[in-house]
């Protein structure tokens, strides 16, 4: 059950008007089927920062410098992409994009570690 965005009576959740008042509920569905459809790649990076930095972390043996490189491009990139996301985010997704800040702020730390 959906609420018309106009008069605010109860409507059915697909329909396009509002059988009360007539207001077109078009944007309102589409919007919430845009948030409902998108990926969250967050988890994923966040998860592959962490493995990077333990890989980088517990291998023994030298590290090529062309990986440390792109490991700290990578990084970079994840930096700034999650405070991107911070600003323009809603307020539940912050929490996940601030671990993802401090995933790619370790795997920075580490990258740069090794290739010293
Ligand atoms: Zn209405």
């Known amino acids: 059950m959906a609420f018309c965005r106009y008069c605010g009576k109860p409507i059915p959740d697909a329909a396009p008007t509002c059988s009360h008042c007539g207001g077109v509920q078009a944007v309102q569905s589409q919007s919430a089927r845009a948030g409902k459809s998108k990926l969250n790649f967050t988890p994923v990076s966040t998860l592959f920062c962490v493995l990077a930095s333990l890989v980088l972390y517990l291998s023994e043996e030298s590290v090529d410098q062309d990986m440390i490189n792109f490991l700290i491009g990578i990084a970079a990139i994840g ?38």
């Open 79 to 116: 930096i700034v992409c999650g405070i991107i996301c911070v600003k323009i985010e809603e307020k539940k997704d912050r929490a996940a994009n601030i671990v993802f800040i401090l995933a790619s702020i370790l795997l920075l730390i580490t990258a740069l570690a090794r290739g010293a």
